[in-house]
């Protein structure tokens, strides 16, 4: 799951064309820069870095049938599990109020990102990071199957620009950065593992009470910080339509708990972190200067 092409063939053209724009309006005659209270939307996309996953929970069991004879230290104290999760490129949304101080902005910002989520697993340890023992052959055989459908960053931030004017044009680069706070959701994090008997001929005592089923939404409140760049063009003494390109830095998800809808163990959890959801997101908006 990788980066369009067709994406930021996208982008590029973007870019192209704000470069000849400005080109175009370096002649055009000085007009004041509309100025004061400003309401502003912008859309586009974003792509995130690469997203790790790291979970662990108080699973005592020796699997497939609660045989620990091959471990010297007897049944484990738990289980830690490592994903990589692969991000496709996500719609970007932004809302903002702000004002403006001369070639400084205030601005606050509400915004959202989504991308749909590839689990690929990695490695599975005991909860000390052992590495997993070799069990004894056993006539019991596993099906094990774990996605996540999508990632969700909703952020409200506080940012400051400052606008670089140009005289005799209408075209103004800007460069910003602001802190906030993530509101983080995973959506549809799904794990199911079935047991069953290779021979049902032989000996195998009921595998479904090895069977175990989560199916959730993990979410969590991160803190984020962000940095800006980006070149608006004065369409009219009160509007402003612009590219921001935007990266934003976002906190760990850690340690959120989970529960299974059933598990080997009663009433057990477990707790998952998830690191490295920085993203990069290139929008196109438009601001409405009310005045001062």
């Not at 108080?58 to 692969?86: K, M, Q, T």
């Not at 409200?156 to 004017?165: E, G, R, T, V, W």
Request: charged share 20%.
């Amino acid at each position: 799951m990788r980066a369009s092409p067709g994406k930021f063939c996208v982008i590029i053209a973007v870019l192209a064309v704000c470069a000849i724009l400005v080109a175009a309006g370096a002649s055009v005659a000085q007009e004041a820069k509309p100025s004061g209270w400003y309401v502003g939307a912008s859309i586009g996309i974003n792509k995130t870095s690469g997203i790790e996953q790291a979970g662990h929970n108080r699973d005592n069991i020796c699997y497939p049938e609660d045989d620990c004879s091959h471990l010297v230290g007897g049944a484990p104290e738990g289980y830690r599990w490592f994903y990589d999760l692969d991000a496709d490129d996500g719609a970007a949304l932004e809302i903002s109020v702000g004002r403006t101080f001369g070639d400084f902005r205030l601005e606050l910002g509400l915004a959202q990102r989504k991308n749909d989520v590839e689990q690929k697993f990695t490695d599975i340890t005991y909860l000390d990071g052992a590495r997993i023992m070799a069990r004894p052959v056993s006539n019991y055989q596993s099906e094990a199957n774990a996605s996540i459908d999508d990632l969700t960053t909703r952020t409200l931030s506080l940012n400051a620009y400052y606008d670089f004017s140009i005289a005799g044009s209408r075209f103004t680069p800007y460069v910003g950065a602001g802190v906030g706070v993530s509101f983080v959701e995973l959506s549809g994090v799904y794990f199911e593992a079935r047991y069953s008997c290779k021979n049902p001929a032989m000996d195998c005592d009921m595998p479904e009470q090895y069977d175990g089923r989560q199916n959730e939404d993990l979410t969590d409140t991160v803190l984020s910080a962000h940095l800006h760049a980006g070149l608006d063009y004065r369409a009219s003494d009160k509007m402003l339509l612009g590219l921001k390109l935007t990266y934003s830095m976002v906190g760990d998800m850690e340690e959120v708990k989970g529960d299974y809808d059933f598990h080997p163990v009663p009433g057990i959890s477990n707790f998952t972190t998830i690191s490295g959801m920085n993203h990069f997101s290139v929008m196109l908006g438009v601001k409405y200067f009310f005045g001062e």
